[in-house]
C-alpha cells in the first residue's frame, strides 16, 4: 500500500512515517506547511495541490482549518481520505459529508481500536442504565492540545445521546452556574497539562454506585496503528462515509 501523509512534519506525521517504514508501506509523499526544503526520509511538499504522486489513500493529522483545500486536493484526484485531524466544526462535518458522495472517506477523532470499543460499551451501559443514571464524561490531554473538549469527547457524547434521547444536552464545565444538575445534562469536562497522551472516562454516576469506563492511550504509536489500519481498510472501497466503528466491526467479525 502507498499513503501520502498530511501534516507530515508534525508529531503524529512523523510516526505515521516511521511505523509505515517498519510495516512496509510505502509513504509516497509527505505535505506540510512548514516544510521548507530541508532534507527528509520521505519526499516532501508544502500543499496539497503541489501533489503529483499517485498513492492509495491520503491519511491527514495535521489542522481543521487546512480541511478546505484538502478536499479540493482529494475530489481532484480521486483520492481516498482517512481524515485524523481533530477540531472539525460543524459546518467542515458538512463539507466532509459532500465529499464522501464521491470519495470514500474515513473521519475518525480517534483512531484506536480500544476508543471504538469504548464508545460501544458506553453506548450500551446507557441503554442497560438508563436515565437515572447521570453521565459526565472526562478527558485529559497534554499541553500542545490545541482543541478542547476533545473531539473523542464529543464522539462519546453523541454515542450516549443516541441511547438517551434528543433532549440530552452537553454542559461544558460548568463555570458560573447555580442550579442543580438535570437528567437530561451530560457534564463534559476537559483537563489540559504535561505530557498526556489521552485519557477518557465515561462515568455512570446511580445511587450509591458508580460505574467508570476508562481508556488510556500509553503512546501516540497506538493512533498511528489505528491510521494505518484504517487506512488498509478503505483502500478499494465505494465512496461513502466511514467510522473507526466499521475498521472495528470487520477486525472482530
Ligand atoms: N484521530 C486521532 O486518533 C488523533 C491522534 C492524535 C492527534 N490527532 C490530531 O491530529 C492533528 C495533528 O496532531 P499533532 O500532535 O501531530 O500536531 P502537530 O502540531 O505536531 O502537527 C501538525 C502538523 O500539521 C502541519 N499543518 C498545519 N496546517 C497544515 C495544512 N493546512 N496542510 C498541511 N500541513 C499542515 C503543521 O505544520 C504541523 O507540522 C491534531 O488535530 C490532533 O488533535 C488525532
Not at 508501506?25 to 511538499?45: H, L
Not at 473538549?149 to 463555570?175: C, I, N, W, Y
Not at 497522551?197 to 469506563?213: A, D
Not at 466511514?242 to 477486525?251: G, R
Amino acid at each position: 500500500m502507498k499513503i501520502i501523509i498530511g501534516g507530515a512534519l508534525g508529531h503524529m506525521g512523523r510516526e505515521l512515517a516511521a511505523l509505515a517504514a517498519e510495516t512496509g508501506v510505502t509513504v509516497a509523499c509527505g505535505v506540510d506547511v512548514a516544510w521548507q526544503g530541508q532534507a527528509s526520509d520521505i519526499p516532501m511538499t508544502r500543499e496539497y495541490d503541489e501533489l503529483n504522486t499517485e498513492a492509495d489513500v491520503l491519511v491527514d493529522f495535521s489542522r481543521a482549518d487546512g480541511l478546505p483545500r484538502l478536499l479540493e486536493y482529494a475530489q481532484k484526484a480521486h483520492m481516498p481520505l482517512v481524515l485524523c485531524t481533530t477540531g472539525y466544526t460543524d459546518a467542515d462535518q458538512a463539507l466532509i459529508s459532500r465529499a464522501a458522495q464521491t470519495l470514500p472517506i474515513l473521519q475518525s477523532a480517534n483512531m484506536s481500536l480500544g476508543i471504538a470499543v469504548l464508545r460501544q460499551l458506553a453506548a450500551e451501559a446507557a441503554r442497560a442504565l438508563g436515565s437515572e443514571y447521570d453521565v459526565e464524561i472526562i478527558e485529559k490531554h497534554h499541553r500542545r492540545k490545541l482543541d478542547s473538549p476533545s473531539g473523542t469527547a464529543l464522539m462519546l457524547f453523541e454515542a450516549v445521546k443516541q441511547e438517551r434521547g434528543a433532549d440530552t444536552a452537553a454542559v461544558f464545565g460548568r463555570h458560573g452556574r447555580d442550579n442543580r444538575r438535570t437528567q437530561t445534562e451530560i457534564g463534559l469536562h476537559a483537563v489540559r497539562g504535561g505530557t498526556v497522551t489521552g485519557e477518557h472516562e465515561v462515568g455512570f454516576y446511580g445511587n450509591g454506585e458508580e460505574l467508570l469506563l476508562t481508556h488510556r492511550a500509553e503512546s501516540r504509536t497506538l493512533f498511528a496503528q489505528g491510521a494505518l489500519r484504517a487506512a488498509k481498510y478503505l483502500a478499494g472501497k465505494p465512496a461513502g462515509r466511514y467510522a473507526m466503528q466499521d475498521v472495528v466491526a470487520e477486525v472482530f467479525k
